[in-house]
């Protein structure tokens, strides 16, 4: 058995999103993604599909030019290859789940460019 917590030992970044990986599993790595209020990630895109779930706060979620209001408890899958991109809102604690085969280094490279 493997645990974790999105609650414990919170560490936000003052200039990028926080990146850390809390899991990773023989199926998936879980990310968590503390992001304060107003901090963006610039448009990216994944080679595999995503879920994204706000544990707290709430999120502009863009994805293909539309912008979705997502606050605590919201949950989105996105296949491969979709644009989006995200800024804080308030304080944010998010969940990323990747694909076993994506990079974690990918999602930090993504906050330390935006």
Known sequence: MKSASLTRNLKYNDSKPAIEILLDTD???EIRILIKK????KEHKTSYPIMVE????????G???DTHQLEKGDLV???A???H???AEEDSTIRLSLSKADSVERV???AKGS
């Open 85 to 87: 991109d995200l800024k």
């Open 81 to 83: 290859s979709i644009p």
């Open 77 to 79: 899958s996105l296949e």
């Open 63 to 65: 994805v293909n030019g």
């Open 38 to 41: 107003g901090q963006v990630m």
């Open 27 to 29: 199926s998936s790595k």
């Open 108 to 110: 930090k490279e993504v």
């Open 54 to 61: 706000i544990f707290e706060g709430k999120i502009s979620f």
